[in-house]
């Protein structure tokens, strides 16, 4: 292990490496061109490829092959190229093929601030594909965080067969702190589980005894079918009910049945809490100071901090923020995340503290909003 | 107990019959295809396994569901750049793109463009019937101009894409243009173009009776296969300029570009190994 003083790009780049990153396909966009070019430095050194797509679409079809092609794979990209990736993305569920993107939002919407922050796009992230069903997000707040969650995200990816998003921002992507960066021997790495039967009994779809089947690749001797249309455990197009149902129940249930696996968070003064406020990414450290703000005016606030943001763990944030009163969700939009936390917490009052700033939200104003409600 | 066909051990039998509509060209080029890959695997130029189909969405993407090989139908247009990162990961792999006018041409418009600059080691066949036939006879970039489609009702008033011209113009190793009706040529270009470095495009006119024949006035298939087959032009070395094409003068047919420039790949793993003295890959 060493320290290093990275931003929350390099960190996630650096982190990928540790990771196993394999295959990076890209196209610029601000603010995460960073990545790209830091991995396209140093990847190499590693045995990695990195290359530069004529789009986003393309740089995520390739990500989705690279990784049958048996390399951990990832992306990076920001709202408009995001949008791009969607329909890929889509097809990266229904083939289970294990891939990270690093979404790191900038102020939306359209072209926006291309440049400054905000967190507009954290319901897109998990719920902007077509289909239905749920990608793990994952967002972490600072440089180091980022660096861990990067590592998380790979190994969600590759045990359940799914593509997972990191969720930054332009505030975490540029923001400098100090990193423990690990060497690969000093990490836990989960990789995809292989076919134990051989290639003439093989079934790319079937998970045999659990949700995630094994998972052959490309140039093996499996004769292994990626298939975008609904299919059979063998791969085989299917328009059948008896099929999409099963299909779709063990889709949805691979990734929520292991929400409590999946879930992280942190928190201050919670075990002495009446007004939490809740909150991720660059805005959780708007929400810490503002807990703190209210306490030294007396009143019991404490913060805390989703780092997994999708699937929802229902009883996880119940039994988190059983003993407190009110619950408020800080976030740098609309009140986006509020509404999947007020579907959730029924006893209790959730309210939104929606903001709007290109930067992070200054405490004050969180406390000045909070108030109103105290 | 049923015949077996000699190309069964490539075939994943339990899904014959096709989907392909009677008089459909497809299975002319799929035959075509998997001929000239038993002789080059027979010749020990191409291993089994280590060749791959991908195609995008359409008919002729629906190829990917039949042979015996290591397959991905992905989604529409996109079936190039998949291609292009597995054999960048895996440079041993054959990569073949199967995919219609409107996959390859139209939404994938720029993938090919990018691959054919890239000069990418992966062998792209377009089949062209100048329609889309899956979703109902909407208009193809490869229609010929005049033509009756469901979104042209009073003819198409655009001029058709000569994909040949392009991948000449941006470079390919090896572009040639067959047809279905002529097969013994077609199993030909395959053939060569297996083994060849670089990009190779291989164009393929195909005749789709059920949607483009039925709204010419050609519903049956013979009639259609009989029209295309009388415009078909064969000669031996072309040039670029005799590659455009409409409906009333005819296709040439024939290898347009054949060349023997780098691929991608090696290009792309000299600069890497330049980099680190040949070492870390």
């Known amino acids: 292990m060493r320290y290093e003083y990275l931003t929350g790009n390099i960190a996630i780049a650096e982190a990928s490496i540790t990771a196993g990153l394999k295959f990076y396909a890209g196209y610029p966009i601000t603010p995460t061109s960073d990545i790209f070019e830091y991995l396209a430095k140093e990847l190499p050194k590693h045995g990695g490829h990195v290359i530069q797509f004529e789009d986003e679409i393309a740089s995520i079809n390739a990500v989705i092959g690279a990784s049958w092609a048996c390399a951990k794979s990832m992306t990076a990209t920001s709202g408009p190229g995001f949008s791009l990736m969607l329909e890929a993305l889509s097809l990266a569920v229904i083939t289970e093929t294990p891939l990270v993107v690093a979404y790191v939002m900038r102020t939306g919407p359209s072209t926006g601030v291309p440049t400054r922050s905000g967190q507009y796009d954290v319901l897109q992230s998990t719920y902007g594909f077509h289909g239905g069903l749920v990608i793990p997000v994952l967002a972490p707040s600072t440089p180091q965080e980022a660096y861990d969650l990067t590592i998380r995200a790979f190994n969600i990816s590759e045990m359940l067969r799914t593509p997972v998003v990191l969720l930054s921002d332009a505030v975490i992507a540029h923001t400098y702190g100090k990193v423990a960066i690990r060497e690969r021997s000093e990490v836990d790495l989960i990789d995809r589980t292989k076919p134990s039967v051989p290639p003439d009994a093989y079934k790319p779809y079937d998970p045999v005894n659990g949700l995630v089947p094994p998972m052959a690749c490309f140039g093996e001797g499996y004769n292994v079918l990626v298939e975008s249309l609904t299919h059979d455990e063998r791969g085989y197009y299917a328009p059948r009910t008896d099929v999409q149902r099963r299909l779709m129940w063990r889709l949805y249930k691979k990734i929520v049945e292991n929400s409590g696996k999946l879930f992280d968070y942190s928190s201050t003064y919670l075990d002495d809490c009446d007004y939490a406020l809740v909150s991720y990414g660059s805005t959780a450290l708007t929400a810490n100071v503002a807990a703190k703000l209210l306490r030294e005016k007396g009143y019991r606030a404490c913060s805390v901090k989703l780092k997994t943001l999708f699937p929802v763990y229902e009883d996880g944030i119940v039994n988190l923020l059983r003993g407190v009163k009110k619950v408020f969700v800080v976030e740098n939009n609309l009140g986006l995340y509020y509404r999947e936390l007020r579907g959730v917490i029924r006893d209790k009052e959730v309210v939104s503290v929606p903001l709007i700033d290109l930067d992070v939200p200054l405490p004050q104003e969180v406390v000045e909003v909070i108030k109103e409600w105290l | 107990m049923a015949v077996g066909h000699p190309l069964d051990p490539y075939l994943r039998t339990d899904r014959i019959p096709t989907m392909w509509c009677p008089g459909c060209g497809l299975g002319v080029v799929l035959g075509t295809l998997l001929r000239a890959i038993d002789r080059r695997i027979k010749e020990g130029l191409l291993k089994r396994e280590h060749i791959a189909f991908v195609g995008g969405i359409g008919c002729t993407a629906r190829m990917t569901l039949y042979p015996l090989f290591d397959s991905a139908h992905v989604i529409h247009g996109r079936a190039i750049p998949f291609a292009l990162a597995v054999k960048v990961v895996k440079p041993e792999m054959k990569m073949i793109v199967v995919g219609g006018d409107g996959d390859i041409a139209a939404i994938g418009g720029n993938h090919i463009l990018h691959a054919i600059r890239r000069n990418a080691d992966i062998l792209v066949v377009m089949v062209n019937n100048m329609i889309y036939g899956m979703t109902g006879g909407q208009l193809a970039p490869t229609t010929p101009r005049g033509l009756y489609t469901t979104t042209t009702p009073y003819g198409n008033p655009e001029k058709e894409i000569n994909m040949v011209k392009l991948a000449a113009a941006l470079g390919a190793n090896y572009v040639a243009r067959g047809s ?102």
């Open chain 2, 180 to 281: 279905i009706t002529h097969p013994h040529l077609l199993e030909q270009v395959f053939y060569k173009a297996l083994v060849k470095q670089g990009l190779a495009f291989i164009e393929v006119l195909s005749t789709c009776p059920e949607i483009f024949g039925r709204h010419i006035g050609l519903r049956n298939p013979v009639d259609l296969y009989t029209e295309l087959k009388k415009r078909v032009v064969v000669k031996t070395k072309p040039s670029v300029d005799e590659s455009d094409y409409d409906w009333e003068k005819g296709f040439v047919i024939g290898e347009f570009v054949e060349k023997d420039e780098p691929g991608y790949i090696e290009i792309y793993r000299k600069y890497i190994s330049k980099a680190f003295g040949g070492g870390e890959e």
